[in-house]
């Protein structure tokens, strides 16, 4: 199910996204701001995964012997 989400831009934005849709070959405008949303999930991810790795170095994590542990 998709939900349709309106954003006011200024009209420099409103450039910079129309020529990047056209430059780049995106299908929509939908299209760019799908992409753009992907890439900061993805990279929300990632800052995740890194503090994990922190705290891991950290002596902060756990061994878990089975899922049952998880708890």
């Known amino acids: 199910m998709r939900t349709v989400v309106n954003i006011s831009l200024p009209a420099t934005m ?6 990047t849709v056209k430059e780049r070959s995106y299908a929509s405008k939908s299209e760019f701001f799908r992409t753009l ?6 990279g929300q991810l990632r800052e995740e995964i890194e503090e994990s790795r922190t705290e891991l170095k ?3 994590g756990k061994i878990l012997r089975s899922l049952k542990y998880l708890r």
């Open 37 to 42: 949303l992907r890439l900061w999930m993805e």
């Open 58 to 60: 950290n002596g902060k």
């Open 14 to 19: 409103v450039k910079v996204v129309e020529t």
